[in-house]
């Protein structure tokens, strides 16, 4: 059950993160699994914290279904980093998946915006 205090990370639901992972490599380019998981992190405005397995078993997810791709490289810091990229059918996907979020956060909006028997 989500923690409904104000000063708690959010539980992200099944399938977000695999949709904010493609709209970060969507927007920011290649990067690395650390660098996906901060900049969400960021966006997010802290809201989110995102560990390193989860993001290591979405990123492994979104390659296996050839929505993103990866390629070994050199990080900032000079160590062996895994970069990863969206794909055509990874922005495809996005496509798809964002189209979908918005339309479930519209209706959210206007069943959560119900007013009381009544009040009407």
Avoid at 28 to 57: C, F
């Amino acid at each position: 059950m989500p923690d409904s205090r104000p000063d708690s990370k959010l539980d992200l639901l099944q399938g977000t993160l695999e949709l904010m992972v493609l709209q970060t490599l969507a927007t920011m380019g290649s990067l690395h699994g650390y660098g996906i998981a901060r900049r969400i992190e960021q966006v997010s405005g802290d809201e989110v914290l995102i560990n390193q397995g989860t993001i290591y078993a979405s990123l492994v997810r979104l390659q296996q279904r050839g929505w993103i791709s990866a390629v070994w490289g050199t990080s900032d810091n000079n160590r062996k980093a895994k970069y990863y990229a969206i794909t055509a059918e990874g922005l495809g996907q996005l496509a798809k998946d964002s189209a979908y979020w918005l339309r479930l956060a519209s209706v959210m909006e206007r069943v959560l915006a119900m007013p009381k028997e009544g009040d009407v």
